[in-house]
C-alpha cells in the first residue's frame, strides 16, 4: 500500500509556470504506475499525464502536450509535473495515483488503486 500526498499548487497568472510535487510513503513506489489527473468545479476527473515505473513511457494528454512534463525520482519517493504557460483553462485541483498493476501506464481513473488528497491549481487570466 501507498500514501501520496500532493504539494506546489498555487493561485498563478497566465503564462507562468508551477511544478507540482507528489511524496509517497511506502518501500515500494518504484512498482507502480504514476499518473496525475485533475478535476474543475462542475467537470468530470481528467487525464493529465502518465509514466511507467522506470519512467521509460510517459504520456501526456493532448490538451496538455508540450506545456507539461511528468517525471519521477524513485530514490525520492516522489513524482512531478512541471507545468508551463499556464492556462485559465488549466485550474483545477489536481491529484497524482499509482497503479499496481502490469502495463506502462495508463489514462483511465479506475485503473488507478491509491490517489492523494489534491492539490488547488488556480490560473488567473
Known amino acids: 500500500q501507498v500514501q501520496l500526498v500532493e504539494s506546489g499548487g498555487g493561485l498563478v497568472q497566465a503564462g507562468d509556470s508551477l511544478r507540482l510535487s507528489c511524496a509517497a510513503s511506502g518501500r515500494s513506489f518504484s512498482t507502480y504506475r504514476l499518473g496525475w489527473f485533475r478535476q474543475a468545479p462542475g467537470k468530470e476527473r481528467e487525464f493529465v499525464a502518465a509514466?511507467?515505473?522506470?519512467?521509460?513511457?510517459?504520456y501526456v494528454a493532448d490538451s496538455v502536450k508540450g506545456r507539461f512534463t511528468i517525471s519521477r525520482d524513485n530514490a525520492k519517493n516522489t513524482v512531478y509535473l512541471e507545468m508551463n504557460s499556464l492556462k485559465p483553462d488549466d485550474t483545477a485541483v489536481y491529484y497524482c495515483a499509482a497503479a499496481e498493476a502490469e502495463g506502462p501506464f495508463s489514462i483511465r481513473t479506475r485503473d488507478y488503486d491509491y490517489w492523494g488528497q489534491g492539490t488547488q491549481v488556480t490560473v488567473s487570466l
Open positions: 509514466l511507467s515505473r522506470s519512467a521509460g513511457v510517459k
